[in-house]
T-cell receptor
Framework: DAGVIQSPRHEVTEMGQEVTLRCKPI?????LFWYRQTMMRGLELLIY????????DSGMPEDRFSAKMPNASFSTLKIQPSEPRDSAVYFC???????????FGSGTRLTVV | AQSVTQPDIHITVSEGASLELRCNYS??????LFWYVQSPGQGLQLLLK??????LVQGIKGFEAEFKRSQSSFNLRKPSVHWSDAAEYFC???????????FGTGTLLAVQP
């Protein structure tokens, strides 16, 4: 089991550019979560999917953020246009069932300059 | 609403000493509780979880946690800390109605030689 795979590991981009973060959940997991981690705010849940369907996107900070899950093995988080305050570590996590803990990816460290 | 409080932002212990990290939760029903560890530059790794039954749960890396309903606590313990335990530790509660894992703000553990 390769675990939750995120790419890229690091991303540096200029303000105003589009950024796409990618996540491959563990095979068989039916829930996927996107988190953002910063020193100021800690871990924030941005959005989560059940069976590829977005269930709760109340944590998405602005319309500049969007997430998709076209199939059970792939999800993207897009920021367009990016801003310096979007700089953070973005984690993807997946879960098989309610009473199992989440499995986290290694994260993508995003720096917007 | 469900919430998790980790009152200690930063703790320093000597290698070989015992450790207890505090976690208090707020949840109306029987909670699902978790402890995660995050090493620098890494994602979150599940240490242990409590769903029901025995209130003392064993986890990986020699950690254990005790669920105390009367105190709304789920403290993490280790009898003898190793230098490799230096990391940030997160307590989390599963909020059933919201279908979300709610994290505390974390406790950063430093280990002195």
């Amino acid at each position: 089991d390769a675990g939750v795979i995120q790419s890229p590991r690091h991303e540096v981009t200029e303000m105003g550019q589009e950024v796409t973060l990618r996540c491959k959940p563990i095979s068989g997991h039916n829930s996927l979560f996107w988190y953002r981690q910063t020193m100021m705010r800690g871990l924030e849940l941005l959005i989560y999917f059940n069976n590829n369907v977005p269930i709760d996107d109340s944590g998405m900070p602005e319309d500049r953020f969007s997430a998709k899950m076209p199939n059970a093995s792939f999800s993207t988080l897009k920021i367009q246009p990016s801003e310096p305050r979007d700089s953070a570590v973005y984690f993807c996590a997946s879960r098989a069932r309610v009473n199992y803990g989440y499995t986290f990816g290694s994260g993508t460290r995003l720096t917007v300059v | 609403a469900q919430s998790v409080t980790q009152p200690d932002i930063h703790i320093t212990v000597s290698e070989g000493a015992s450790l207890e990290l505090r976690c208090n939760y707020s949840y109306g029903a029987t909670p699902y509780l978790f402890w995660y560890v995050q090493s620098p530059g890494q994602g979150l790794q599940l240490l242990l979880k409590y769903f029901s039954g025995d209130t003392l749960v064993q986890g990986i890396k020699g950690f254990e946690a005790e669920f105390k309903r009367s105190q709304s606590s789920f403290n993490l313990r280790k009898p003898s800390v190793h230098w490799s335990d230096a990391a940030e530790y997160f307590c989390a509660v599963y909020g059933g109605a919201t279908n979300k894992l709610i994290f505390g703000t974390g406790t950063l553990l430093a280990v002195q030689p």
